[in-house]
């Protein structure tokens, strides 16, 4: 079993490679990656699709409480560096508050403008049976996965 489970923007290419790249990484198979497009991942860890189309989401069953961690954004992306890694590096250096308030204000900045960025095919493009909405949502059409090419300004 998984020591977490990781979900992304399974219609974003950077968000996809990001994932290939962890998952690489990932040597032990420690990491769960779920697209939150994937029939009834969002229902199963009660996220909005508004949640899910901003910040990767980790939750993580804490060994012996039986209690589920959840992390997002930044914070999510450090936890799952370690436990690719098996190391509690980056969940430690992103603790410390000057580091934490950086970390989050980069990353929103990278999800906001993440169609600009070169990405791989979304992973709903790859498995298009497997996602409930491949259509990107029109509450949100600059978000990644819409028609504008990468690197379009």
């Known amino acids: 079993m998984a020591e977490l489970t990781l979900i992304f923007d399974g219609r974003c290419g950077v968000c996809t490679r990001a994932a290939g790249w962890l998952r690489r990484l990932d040597r032990g198979g420690r990491i769960q990656l779920r697209a939150s497009q994937e029939h009834g991942v969002r229902q199963a860890y009660g996220l909005t699709q508004a949640q899910t189309d901003v910040e990767?989401?980790?939750?993580?069953?804490?060994?012996?409480?039986?209690?589920?961690?959840?992390?997002?954004?930044?914070?999510?992306?450090?936890?799952?560096?370690?436990?690719?890694?098996?190391?509690?590096?980056?969940?430690?250096l992103y603790r410390f508050p000057p580091l934490r308030w950086c970390a989050d204000r980069v990353y929103a900045w990278v999800s906001a403008h993440r169609g600009r960025f070169p990405g791989t095919?979304?992973?709903?493009?790859?498995?298009?049976?497997?996602?409930?909405?491949?259509?990107?949502?029109?509450?949100?059409?600059?978000?990644?996965?819409a028609t504008q090419p990468y690197g379009a300004a």
Request: hydrophobic share 40%.
């Open 56 to 92: 990767i989401w980790g939750f993580r069953v804490v060994t012996g409480e039986g209690r589920v961690m959840v992390s997002r954004g930044a914070g999510a992306a450090a936890i799952a560096l370690d436990v690719a890694m098996g190391t509690r590096i980056f969940r430690n």
């Open 121 to 145: 095919t979304p992973w709903c493009t790859q498995n298009p049976g497997a996602c409930e909405d491949t259509q990107v949502s029109r509450a949100n059409p600059g978000a990644c996965g």
